[in-house]
């Protein structure tokens, strides 16, 4: 099954629960906005975003999206990272392996990794610590192989 039609009615479920908990409403430009933040391939910028939606007919205001983007977030939709550009970058989280970002700082280049032993050892340190992961954010910036 397409990633999309497995994972959107997921992220509708969290957003809606999301908003009922702090009395918003899931309205018709939020469903509108889930849906097309669901079609971007992997991070954007809010800016990104708002270049997309203005070629494609969805129409959000930038404050609405703004809101919305940190709604989402805290809805567990969307995990935020910080790659030294000066702006926040988004990516869906929804049915998504948890990764590490390798950011060349030379490039600018993004890589997504996973590491078994990685994951091992923070589950091992957090169960020393009485504590339950529920995601996890770890960037390293550096230079990759065959950039100066
Ligand atoms: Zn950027
Ligand atoms: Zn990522």
């Known amino acids: 099954m397409e990633y999309k039609e497995k994972y959107l009615p997921a992220a509708r479920g969290l957003y809606n629960d999301f908003l009922k908990k702090?009395?918003?409403?899931?309205t018709k430009e939020r469903a509108q906005l889930?849906?097309?933040i669901f079609e971007q391939k992997g991070?954007?910028?809010a800016d990104e975003l708002m270049f997309e939606m203005q070629k494609?007919?969805?129409?959000?205001?930038?404050?609405?999206l703004?809101?919305?983007?940190s709604q989402m977030v805290e809805a567990g939709i969307l995990g935020e990272s910080d790659f030294g550009h000066g702006h926040t970058h988004y990516?869906?989280?929804v049915g998504t392996k948890p990764?590490?970002?390798?950011?060349?700082?030379?490039?600018?280049?993004v890589k997504?990794?996973?590491?078994?032993?990685l994951e091992d050892a923070l589950d091992d340190l957090a169960m020393k610590e009485g504590f339950r992961i529920k995601r996890y954010k770890i960037q390293l910036f550096g230079v990759s192989k065959g950039t100066r």
């Open 22 to 26: 702090n009395k918003m409403f899931f």
């Open 34 to 36: 889930l849906d097309f």
């Open 43 to 45: 991070h954007f910028s």
């Open 112 to 117: 997504e990794v996973q590491s078994r032993k």
């Open 66 to 69: 703004y809101r919305s983007l």
């Open 99 to 109: 990764h590490v970002h390798l950011i060349c700082t030379e490039t600018g280049d």
């Open 56 to 64: 494609g007919d969805v129409k959000v205001s930038r404050a609405t």
């Open 91 to 93: 990516e869906v989280t």
